[in-house]
């Protein structure tokens, strides 16, 4: 594991919502969609999401994730109707919860133009910047940006026998030249972060040699974002479906922290917040 970058040292400043942020930062998942692989629609309905988002700051999440499309393949969702599920689900949020930070999952502009209009303060592009306008939209409104690494794929699908020489070199040089381009775009250098995008354009094997030596990651100085929760290289490696990966994603969350991971993106707010305790009592004095 790379040591320096281990706990608390070094840590870039994170400023999202006008808040500043110290070591570990639970970001919680709420999908307002009617077919994510892990709830299944459960969040799908307004109240419902509404809810979920109660819960998850009441267990600790510093940032909400709001999402209106599945990730993975699945039916056509239009930018109006992507609109028509987060729109109005980030503006309740925002006058409901003013101090908690919110993020919404898109590659689109359109969207998140009308997300940092209704109140967003983080735009998280997981599909690693196929709309390169998105970059634009966090500069114009002042609000901040996620950089990931997909493999340069098309948003919501998936890979084929894909290769990398070095899938880490890949995510580090992608990630990197996105964060630097939306900072000389105008994003503020501490609103941005850096994803490895584990699952996305990888296979199980990618993901893991990533998690391995997520410390190169960290060594950049860009606080990293790891979304892990029950993914299905967890599955695939324990052997388990996406309802019996959360002991595995408690073990990678620990992993990335020891490596210098800033944000964590979960299911489970209060379990990873705890999760994250332990881990936090191992450090050196």
Known sequence: MGEAMVFGQGLAPLRLNGRGFGRFVIMAVVNRTPDSFFDRGATYAFDAALAAVDRAVEGG?????????????????DVAEE?????DLVAAVRERHPRVVISVDTWRAEVGEAVAAAGADLLNDTWGGPDPRLAEVAAAHGIGL??????????????????????????????????????????????????????FGKNTR????????????????????????????????????????????????????????????????????????????????
């Open 146 to 199: 996620v950089c990931a690494h997909a493999g340069r794929l098309e948003p919501r699908t998936r890979p084929h026998r894909i290769g990398y020489d070095d899938v880490v070199a890949d995510v580090v040089g992608h990630v990197t030249a996105e964060a630097e381009r939306a900072a000389a775009l105008g994003v503020r250098r501490d609103a941005i972060l850096i994803d490895p995008a584990h699952d």
């Open 83 to 87: 609109l028509r599920r987060v729109v």
């Open 61 to 77: 999440a510093d940032i909400v994730d709001i999402g209106g499309v599945k990730a993975g393949p699945g039916d056509e969702v």
């Open 206 to 285: 990618h993901s893991l040699e990533i998690t391995r030596r997520l410390g190169e990651l960290t060594a950049t100085g860009w606080p990293v974002l790891v979304a892990v929760s029950n993914k299905d290289f967890i599955g695939e490696t324990l052997g388990q479906p996406v309802e019996k990966r959360g002991v595995g994603t408690m073990a990678v969350l620990g992993v990335s922290a020891w490596q210098g991971a800033r944000v964590f993106r979960v299911h489970d707010a209060a379990a990873a917040r705890r999760a994250l305790t332990a881990v936090a009592a191992l450090e050196p004095a």
